[in-house]
């Protein structure tokens, strides 16, 4: 995924009706460009892994 | 005899039941260190001085009349203002909630009551316990070792006010390291429980599948005489476990002769750690083969992901359900909890969800080491806390970004991210004189073995007998 520009980044507030300054749109850029260069790495990761389910699963316990 | 505001929880309340201290000195004794110390510490939102005297007289009283009494009866404790309090406004440490009073108390609150505790006020947190708050609407938390630098979030109050002794013990709440990292700059012991051990209603959400309640105290044994009385199911919380809750204070034996205890390598001798929190934490491990455990070198490949793969997941879980004030009140945030929930808000799917299968991934790594060994270690945080400005000034590259917000929270994330029970006890002294920690993390259920490895550790060292240099 390319990284997003400030433009775009704008573009996806106004989509959702989300309020954002100038200093807001700059920052949040960089925020949202930060977790698609982190979050890239983990495409490579084996799809046939454990399910990805949101909180942990005990059925031994809780 | 003199009152000693530093003993701790465990040891006032048995000061308190022989009767040698008494309630009421105990609250003016807190109150009083509040008023001295508090307009600059900021480890308080709320105070709830008269509540308080009134308790604590009704505490004398029921101690005069004999019988039993609550294993917390006449001790001092503070919350987090992030937990309801009933007639007690609770801010979550933003403008938006600052008029918000709350009609009933949230479960781990009315435990403590229940157990005797006198609730000294609310304590001062990251804006809606997210973390990177810029601005502290109800002022800035200052760290007591050095008022310059940071204390940690999101329960800086709850961090500040035991190591400064503004109250005998806390209750934080942890979402991915929010008990833990204060505890960890301001030189306490902090357990984030197991993810279901501990109710969460009452307490205002940020993600719903990492919040844990838990306790701040001047020794692990006060975590683990709060973690007792918090614990256990409550019908109001359909994701608490429904098992008995252990004793465990009695788990802490002083020993851990046999015990296997994994160094997780990618946290403990990463390039991210500095040398002064490597030595002191592998000096830690030494302190427990010394004392009888075993130790080796344990590698969890994913760990250093775990920073993104949580924020993805806990701030979208955040941005859902701050969306509605997001468009109507987006200017009563502080800019850094605004930016933050609007990043997330705008995350795209596909990414979260490759997050989701890292947190997967991560929770197998973690328990297939834990299936070697009984206990994993690691530094709590990478560095002693840094100056406060450090996290204040704004962010201009998207390389800043991750250093910024990814590579601390790899640290605290991983147990967060798996729902397992993890302590930050003190380990030494960086070099500025400020505080390093050490992290026990546990299988699921099983924090009477983390609580028992890191009061092994406590009992075979000082540093938690160490007090910041504040005035007497």
């Known amino acids: 995924m390319t990284e997003l520009t400030e433009a775009q980044v704008r573009a996806l507030a106004e989509a959702l009706a989300l309020p954002m300054t100038a200093d807001d749109a700059a920052e949040v850029t960089h925020r949202l460009n930060a977790f698609i260069g982190a979050l890239a790495p983990l495409a490579d990761l084996p799809a046939d892994g454990p399910e990805p389910v949101p909180a942990p699963i005990d059925p031994d316990g809780a | 005899m003199g009152l000693d505001p530093f003993l701790g929880a465990a040891r006032l309340a048995a000061l308190v039941r ?3 201290v008494s309630p009421v000195e105990l609250v003016r004794a807190y109150l009083d260190r509040i008023d001295r110390l508090d307009d600059r510490l900021r480890a308080y939102i709320t105070v709830t001085a008269e509540a308080a005297l009134d308790a604590a007289r009704r505490a004398e009283a029921a101690l005069a009349r004999g019988g039993p009494v609550g294993p917390l009866h006449g001790v001092p404790f503070a919350v987090k203002d992030q937990f309801a309090t009933r007639g007690v406004r609770t801010t979550a440490g933003s403008r938006i909630l600052a008029d918000h009073v709350p009609d009933e108390d949230a479960t781990v609150v009315a435990r403590l009551a229940a157990a005797g505790g006198i609730l000294l006020g609310k304590l001062n947190l990251t804006e809606f316990a997210l973390g990177g708050t810029i601005r502290y609407p109800f002022g800035q938390p200052r760290n007591p070792w050095n008022t310059d630098h940071d204390t940690g979030g999101s329960s800086a109050g709850s961090g500040v006010a035991v190591a400064a002794a503004l109250c005998a013990v806390s209750l934080g709440e942890d979402t991915g390291g929010s008990v833990r990292s204060p505890a960890s700059w301001c030189g306490v012991s902090g357990h984030r429980p197991t993810w279901g051990l501990v109710s969460r209603h009452g307490c205002v959400p940020l993600s719903w599948s990492h919040d844990a309640p838990g306790p701040l105290g001047r020794t692990v044994e006060d975590c ?8 256990g199911a409550d019908p109001r919380d359909p994701l608490t476990a429904k098992r008995p809750v252990p004793d465990y204070r009695a788990a802490l034996t002083g020993e851990v002769r046999g015990l296997r205890v994994g160094v997780i ?3 403990t001798h990463g390039g991210e750690t500095e040398p002064e929190v490597r030595a002191a934490v592998t000096a830690a491990a030494a302190v427990l083969g010394d004392l009888g455990a075993t130790v ?18 806990c701030d979208s879980e955040g941005a859902a359900l701050h969306l509605s004030w997001l468009r109507d009140r987006a200017a009563d945030y502080d800019e850094g909890t605004r930016r933050r929930l609007l990043a997330a808000s705008l995350l795209p799917a596909a990414l979260l969800h490759k997050a989701q299968a890292a947190r997967a991934l991560i929770r197998q790594q973690l328990r297939d080491a834990l299936t070697t060994h009984d206990v994993l270690v690691a530094p709590t ?17 998207t390389r800043e970004a991750a250093a910024r917000f990814f590579t601390r929270r790899s640290f605290t994330t991983p147990a967060a991210l798996a729902g397992l029970p993890a302590l930050a006890v003190p380990c030494g002294f960086g070099a500025s004189g400020l505080p390093l920690s050490l992290q026990i993390i546990g299988r699921r259920f099983e924090d009477a073995t983390v609580l028992r490895v890191g009061h092994a550790y406590e009992q075979a060292t000082d540093w ?9």
């Open chain 2, 464 to 472: 938690h007998r160490r007090r910041p240099p504040l005035p007497a």
């Open chain 2, 296 to 313: 080796d070198d344990v590698s969890v490949p994913l760990l250093p992901q775990a920073g993104a793969a949580f924020m993805a997941i």
């Open chain 2, 381 to 397: 945080a990478h560095r002693p806390a840094p100056t406060i400005a450090t996290f204040t000034t704004p962010i201009t590259s």
């Open chain 2, 18 to 20: 022989a009767r040698e």
């Open chain 2, 265 to 267: 390598r990618e946290l």
């Open chain 2, 224 to 231: 683990a005489l709060v973690l007792g009385i918090v614990a």
